[in-house]
Structures are given as structure tokens and as C-alpha cells.
């Protein structure tokens, strides 16, 4: 199977996936000419380089790349913590994950919301996924204590106004099923317990919450708990949209 890493990446990301310096810090090394590239000094920003093929120097070093990056998805079960350890030892969701490897939650689910959680041992990327100019759409299946009115889905729809802000945009349906209890939506932010906010303020409890997908990626055919390694075009297509025109 072909390697993500083996196609073209910017030079600066080839160097800060080689553990060796930020993106931005790899820039500045580029600029002073301390990079080499197949035997030639480079200063361009931006330069594509191939892992694996070409040969960079820092500094008289060879940059290798020590191990590919890893990128998870688990279907997140209730009482589970999205931390990295749990000081009270409740079950976290690296618990779950049980991998050899450091691996980062990409944003967080509540303790008793269910779903979709990415994790990747790409730092960077992790980083960029959460940046809010990313605008990554969120799926969410919701189910509250009473029928949702359509002028609640109308006022979810254009924005509500929460403590930290109004809310964009969002995508709101009815699912069958529910006598009008469950509702589908799509949000592209991703603020602490926006959802539930969204749903308390207009007067509903929100009984269950569940991630259907984040961006691309769902949870179909994953039992509640387990995990599986991203699929190379699930991570090409995480990566355009995180990364734009950068790959
Ligand atoms: N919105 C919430 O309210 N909770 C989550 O866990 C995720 C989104």
C-alpha cells in the first residue's frame, strides 16, 4: 500500500514531520540556508519535496522521518473522558485507543456525548483540523426530551446567540423515528458543549448526543469503542480540507 508520506509535501512540513523544528522555525532555517536539498542549498519557500526520494541535510544532518504519522478514529462510548490521563482514574479515551504511539485527541466530545473522535500523532495537523478558519463540518444526532418546533429549527438554523457569541450557519433536519424528539445538524465551529448550549437555550434536554461524522470520516461499520486506522483517502481527504492548497 502506498505511504500518505510518499507524495509531495512542502518542505517545512517535511521537517517538522522529522521532529525537527515547527513549520514556521523550519521557514526560518530554509531562509538562512541551512537546508540542502539533493546536495543544493534551497531558500525557497514553499518547495515541494519528495519523502523517501529526496535527500534533505540541516545543518550537515540528514532530516529522516522516524515514523509515519498515525491517524485513528474511535467511536466514542458515554462516560468516556476526552484527556490525555484522568487524575479521579475515570475511563479516558486513550484508555480506549491503546496505542503504542503518542496520539492526540482533534478536538473533544463531552463525557457523555457518543461518536466520531479523530486522533493523530501529527501535532501540526491536529492543530490545523482545530482551527476554527478550517470551518470543518460536524455532524451531530440529537435527541431531546420534547418534539423540536419548527421555528426552533428555523432559529438553530440562522444562529443563536450563546454566552460566547452567535452561533453560524447551520444545517437542522428532523429524523424519522423519533416523533420529532431526534434531529440531525450540522455545525462548522466547534465551541465547548456547543450543541447542547444551542439546544438548553431554547428550553430542550438534550438526552443523547451522538457525532455521526466529522468531516468525511463516520463511524459506519465501527462497534461503539473500538477503533481503526484512517483509511489513506480518508487522510488525503482530511488533509484538503485542513490543509487547502498547501498539498
Ligand atoms: N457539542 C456538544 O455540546 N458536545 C459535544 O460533545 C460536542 C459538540
Known sequence: MKSPSSDPVRLNRYLSMC??????????????????????VVKELGIRIRPGVD???????????VKEPQYL???KPKDTITTLSDEKGRRTVIDLIRSRERVYPIGRLDRNTT?????????SFAHQL???????PKSYRVRCDNPVTREHMAMLRSGVRLSDGVTGPADIRSLP????????????????????????????EVKSLDRVAYGPITYEGLI???????TIREIRALRRLALGDEE
Do not use: C
Open 19 to 40: 521532529g525537527i523544528a515547527s513549520r514556521r522555525k523550519a521557514d526560518d532555517m530554509i531562509e538562512a540556508g541551512r537546508v540542502m536539498l539533493n546536495g543544493t
Open 55 to 65: 535527500q534533505i541535510f540541516v545543518d550537515g544532518a540528514e532530516a529522516v522521518m
Open 73 to 75: 478514529v474511535l467511536n
Open 115 to 123: 461518536g466520531v473522535l479523530l486522533f493523530t500523532s501529527d501535532g
Open 130 to 136: 482545530m482551527h476554527p478558519r478550517f470551518r470543518i
Open 177 to 204: 423515528g423519533g416523533k420529532g424528539t431526534e434531529v440531525g445538524i450540522t455545525i462548522h465551529e466547534g465551541r465547548n458543549r456547543q450543541v447542547r448550549r444551542m439546544f438548553e437555550l431554547l428550553g430542550y
Open 224 to 230: 461503539r469503542g473500538s477503533v481503526r486506522k484512517l
